[in-house]
């Protein structure tokens, strides 16, 4: 009774197409991309504009029901699935049809956009204009740029672009009671008072809708140079990353570590030989937005220097997107194998070489038939360190996550890391914020998530650990 009220008000609010009712509609929008958290919902609403967004968020907040807002549902941890306590009470807000391109600003060098654009499309539009926008993920053609920025995505060029929270120079949210905060100016400086935008963003939907956002954009790349490298030890690919640095500084846009295992899964999966044979392998990438900068000598130069000799360099476009597909597929090719324990670290790079030997020894003590499938963007010290445990590859594995968590992220702390590097927290890893922020830092966050989520209905169950 009290959900055909509520469905009601939501018809008049947005009308008929604009919400999914049908469990097999709702069906996609109620599991998460992992395939490990279901929820349900009264209902999916499709919003196509801010206002109905306003009054959505408005009439959660009065009659006290649980909201939870979806981008392109490719999170990692569930944050984007509604709890499966709240027994299908609620509504699920999936922001796919806002998704405009607002305004193209090439004298400041921005793109204001819908939250709900797709992530390529925001980049295509950036090409468009003849200017690049460098968030890349290999979720790029579903994830949305309101989603990427609700969990302050990483990605491939983070080395030399940092994190989408680097990227955003003006935002447009909804708050839970419907008040609408919108700061979309292009403004590079802006000291006026507390930083709020930088608050919502990575708030995972818990403390705001985003709605909007004003993105940096920048030259695009004129030149680019591609290589893979093969090395022995993860001690020289950390080497390899200094030297490569040290010459190229910001010219250097993505250093991605893949190890054998992972490269060997993708290889299979995408029907591609791997490039050279070795334990460890590394995939950089240089660009520069001059024409013709030359950049293969140098490079040749850093690799004979150092003697990193086992290696190839992309001759062609299509040689570049091959050494590409191998790294984007790495996730599609676990998937194919089945289910593991995966984890989104980052560790100092100093660190990296010692974390990476040191919790192999800890998981062999735990469970000596391990697979490690180890990658991830070096360039910035963040790692997809993902344990698969050959005899069990399907959900049954979660059975034995807490102890091959507790192993990994003990040697995560131990070499001053973080748990979650660029996924963030969603309801898979609430629990374990208690281990990585202090009892006065959480009790902060309370304070923030009351301030702003008094009745506590947007995307309950998410980022802040249960009170017990
Ligand atoms: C193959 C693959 C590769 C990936 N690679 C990377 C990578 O390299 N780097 C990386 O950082 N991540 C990566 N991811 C994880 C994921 O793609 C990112 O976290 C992405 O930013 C999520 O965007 P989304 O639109 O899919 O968000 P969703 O999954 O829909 O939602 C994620 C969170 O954001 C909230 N949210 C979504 N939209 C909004 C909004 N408009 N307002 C407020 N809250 C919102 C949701 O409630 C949820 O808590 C990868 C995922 C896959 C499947």
């Given amino acids: 009774m009290e959900a055909h009220i509520h469905l009601a008000a939501m018809q008049a609010c947005l009308g008929e197409p604009d919400i999914l009712t049908k469990p097999e509609d709702m069906a996609p929008y109620c599991i998460d991309q992992r395939r490990r958290y279901k929820g349900n919902a009264w209902a999916v609403l499709l919003p196509r504009s801010v206002a109905q967004v306003q009054t959505i968020l408005r009439y959660c907040h009065t009659h006290n029901i649980p909201i939870t807002p979806q981008g392109g549902n490719t999170g990692l941890c569930g944050g984007a699935t509604p709890l499966a306590s709240l027994n299908g009470k609620g509504f699920l807000l999936a922001m796919g049809r806002l998704n405009r391109v607002r305004e193209v ?4 060098n921005t793109i204001t956009v819908d939250a709900g654009m797709i992530l390529a499309q925001v980049q295509q539009a950036a090409r468009a204009a003849d200017r690049y926008f460098p968030l890349s993920l290999a979720s790029e053609g579903t994830c949305q740029i309101g989603g990427n920025i609700a969990c302050n ?10 994190t989408a929270r680097d990227l955003v120079l003006g935002l447009e949210y909804v708050l839970p009671n419907g008040t609408l905060v919108s700061h979309l100016q292009p403004l590079h400086k802006n000291t006026t008072g507390y930083e709020l ?10 403390l705001a809708v985003i709605t909007g956002a004003t993105l940096k954009l920048y030259a695009q790349p004129q030149s680019v140079q591609t290589a893979w490298i093969g090395l022995n030890s993860i001690q020289a690919a950390v080497a390899l990353l200094g030297a490569v640095k040290n010459r190229f500084a910001e010219r250097l846009s993505s250093f991605e570590l893949i190890s054998d295992q992972a490269l060997a899964l993708s290889a299979q999966y995408s029907q591609h030989t791997p490039p050279v044979a070795a334990a460890w392998h590394v995939l950089l990438e240089l660009t520069d937005s001059l024409p013709q900068a030359a ?21 062609s476009d299509t040689e570049r997107q091959h050494l590409w597909l191998l790294r984007e597929n790495i996730s599609a090719a676990q998937r194919h194998l089945g289910a593991s324990i995966k984890h989104d670290i980052a560790v100092p ?6 974390f990476i030997e040191t919790c192999a020894q800890a998981m062999d003590k735990l469970h000596p038939n391990t697979q490690l499938v180890i990658f991830g963007h070096l360039g ?11 005899h069990v590859l399907n959900n049954a594995v ?19 890391g973080t748990i979650a590097a660029e996924h963030g927290i969603g309801q898979l890893k609430t629990h374990w914020l208690t281990k990585v922020r202090s009892t ?28 017990d």
């Fill in 105 to 108: 600003n090439t004298a400041d």
């Fill in 153 to 162: 995505a990483g990605g491939l060029n983070v080395v030399r672009y940092g």
């Fill in 197 to 206: 935008r930088q608050q919502i963003i990575g708030s995972e939907g818990t």
């Fill in 295 to 315: 950049l293969d000598d140098p490079l040749i130069e850093v690799l004979s220097a150092g003697n990193w000799l086992n290696a190839v360099i992309a001759q």
């Fill in 349 to 354: 790079i100093a660190q990296v070489a010692d």
């Fill in 380 to 390: 910035d010290g963040s790692l997809h360190y993902n344990v698969f445990l050959p």
């Fill in 398 to 416: 979660y059975d034995f996550e807490t102890d091959i968590n507790a192993t990994v992220y003990e040697q995560v702390l131990a070499h001053h």
């Fill in 440 to 467: 006065e830092e959480i009790a902060w966050m309370r304070a923030q998530k009351d301030h702003f989520d008094p009745h506590h209905v947007l995307n309950p169950g998410k980022v802040i650990p249960a009170t």
